[in-house]
């Protein structure tokens, strides 16, 4: 065993003999000049990744945030355009029915008129057609109670012509028998 306590010892100097020479920050196992040696280099890299590595990507990332915010704005004026031509198509859409349900009330009302005319043009010539029709009727009437008249004269004076054989003239038995006539009828 004492071979054992004698390397313990000359491991316990060895470490007094390096913490006497970096000072208290050997006994927590850092060596001063190493530690100073990595801060540069840290700084080093730091500026390096600062100047080419960070800015840029910073750089980037507030384009990239700015053609969102862009893009996000167009898309809410978009979107109001789409919401102002919606209602604009409901107010155009509301108009034309309007309009049509007055085109419509229009034509029925004129479609109604047209048809009082062509009723009321048809009862007149429906009534111009009866009176010419009774006008003709009666004329017919007349001018055949005349020609009825005329022959029944006709056949009395040739009756009265045979029964008399000649003894009255022609012109005054036609007379006569018309005289006669016109007492039956009238």
Known sequence: MSEEVHLAAEAVAEVAHATE??????????NLKIFIAQLVNFGVVLLVLWKWAYKPVVNLLEQRQEKIAQGIKQAEEVEKRVHNLESEQKKV???????????????????????????SKAKEEVQSVVQKGKAQLAAEKDQMIRDAR???AKIAVEASRKILAESV??????KLAEGVI????G
């Open 21 to 30: 020479a970096t000072g208290g920050l050997g006994t927590l196992g850092i």
């Open 93 to 119: 859409i509301a108009e034309a029915r309007a309009e049509a349900t007055s085109i419509l009330e229009e034509a029925r009302a004129s479609a109604d008129e047209r048809k009082g005319k062509l009723l």
């Open 150 to 152: 005329d022959e029944i």
């Open 169 to 174: 003239d022609t012109k005054t038995a036609q």
């Open 182 to 185: 016109d007492e039956m009828t």
